[in-house]
């Protein structure tokens, strides 16, 4: 079964978080990914996972002091997971660390201080600001081959030419090979096609 948006999203973390309290636990994560486009409101998709790119200290509110994800997940919260996904049929690893691999490029310039927290209970989730996940994406769609993924198709976020231009500044040192830049210039001149054809079909303002 997926997460079939914001609403699917938002119940799942909660039960997760449910879970935790009644047993006297809390933890803090960031998420990026098709999640968290969800819970901003900037797209209403499925998908089939909850990435996590952080965890975060809970001393303080907000949260801070991102880290890396532990690998594997702490027991309290992957035995949550686990019975969440029991429960709402999901993947067994709905709940995973696959994006922490970025911390070996390292993260977008502050981005900590962008993140828009919220609470379920005994789990704090972070969400990434909406500029930091146009860099996420852009790369994530030049990582994949290019325009025909999924990660291509979030770029509906309609970033600006400079927002635009910020991310590929950013996106263009996670990767020297050549092959790599190939691809991003390809995705990128595909962006920009996109944009301006929206702003064709749109019309002048009335």
């Known amino acids: 079964m997926l997460l079939e948006g914001k609403s699917d999203i938002e119940t799942a973390l909660q039960r997760v978080g449910e879970i935790l309290a009644s047993a006297g636990q809390s933890y803090a994560i960031v998420i990026i990914g098709g999640a968290a486009l969800n819970l901003l409101g900037l797209v209403e998709r499925s998908t089939t996972d909850v990435d996590i790119v952080a965890f975060a200290g809970i001393g303080s509110d907000p949260p801070g002091g991102l880290f890396q994800p532990p690998e594997p997940l702490p027991e309290p919260l992957s035995r949550a997971a686990h019975l969440v996904a029991r429960d709402m049929g999901l993947d067994p690893h709905w709940l995973n660390t696959g994006p922490s691999l970025q911390w070996r490029a390292g993260l977008p310039s502050g981005l900590e201080q962008r993140i ?16 930091d996940l146009i860099l996420f994406k852009l ?40 092959a790599f830049a190939e691809v991003l210039a390809r995705v990128l001149e595909c962006v920009r096609r ?5 702003d064709t079909t749109a019309g002048p303002e009335r």
């Open 116 to 131: 828009h927290w919220r609470k379920f209970a005994g789990l704090t989730v972070g969400v990434v600001d909406r500029r």
């Open 139 to 178: 790369f994530a769609a030049a990582d994949s081959e290019g325009p025909g993924s999924v990660h291509y198709q979030d770029l509906a976020l309609q970033p600006t030419a400079e927002e635009l231009d910020a991310a590929a500044a950013w996106v263009i040192t996670q990767d020297a090979s050549l």
């Open 194 to 198: 996109d944009l301006v054809d929206d």
